[in-house]
């Protein structure tokens, strides 16, 4: 099928993954984005006469009635994503998580299929292993703001709500605030890392999967509508300090595990994957591959700070 697809979020560092692939198979692609970091990550796209962009915002309701009809798949990215962005400016996250998505969601028909980026920052802390019909129970605004939009979009029986484990590795437009990308750029750059709660235990799955869990959804979607899947590998579970040894396997440097800090989100469980598994779909990158490519690639990024002489 020759799907007409809208990404909104396509610039960051999920989407600029994701829409090379979804042109290479021949679809026609339209970003909004309102670019709160850059759309550099999108500069090759450009060349493909399948590839459209839109600057605009998902809460703008004229510019999503108008547009939202056009498309056969919508993959909902756009968010103010992870804790401590929330945090830092609260009223704005709350706007584009929540009323963004319901703006969407008002808009979709039941021709339509939906994709939405969620979270497992959903749970909370869950003592048992996490499946998709745990409890949500979400500790920080990211949480709770991602939660509603997913009860939201939900209402939509045309909704595939996807609930990513943290990614790492690589994208067009880099993110180094993620767990693995942060300890392996701070492992390299500074040669020491300090690490709290090294005992939580955490869920992981490289971008470029997360990429292919869409291909894989767009190629299932008739049987997978109206449910939600954890997106992940039930061979990605691993502790901050697994993580941890995996990099001083790689690096020269030193960890300090520090008794204060904490993860706002207070993700700390084992998440099972099988519902998606059993469906046929696997992660295929390990964290090893991807902090191997990480490493090399940090060759090529400074830390420049404008208030030093180094
Ligand atoms: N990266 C992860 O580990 C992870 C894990 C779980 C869920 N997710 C979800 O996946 C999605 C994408 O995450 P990402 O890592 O690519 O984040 P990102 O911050 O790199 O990308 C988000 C994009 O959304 C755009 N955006 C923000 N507000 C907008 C608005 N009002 N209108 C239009 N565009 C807007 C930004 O400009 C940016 O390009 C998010 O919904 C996030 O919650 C990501």
Redesign the pocket.
Known sequence: MNYNILV??G?????TVLVPQLLSRGYKVTV??????NADGLISCFRSKNFTFVK????DESLISSITPKYDIIIH?????GYPACRSNPDLAYS?NVS?SKNISKNLSKEQTIFF????SNYGIVKEICTEETPLNPLSLYGTS?TEAEEILLNNNSCIAYR?A??FGISP?L?LD?LINDFAFKAIKQGYVVVYEKHFRRTFIHVEDIARSFLFGIDNMDSMRSNVYNIGSNKMNHTKEEICELIKDRTNAYFHYAAIGEDSDKRDYIVSYDKIQKLGFDTEITVEEGLDEMIKCFSIIDINSPYSNV
């Open positions: 909104t979020g610039a960051g560092y999920i989407g909004l984005d309102n670019l709160l970091h605009g915002d998902i809460r990215l756009a968010a103010i994503v584009i963004g980026g969620s979270t497992g991602k990513f943290t990614a437009r993110r993620l």
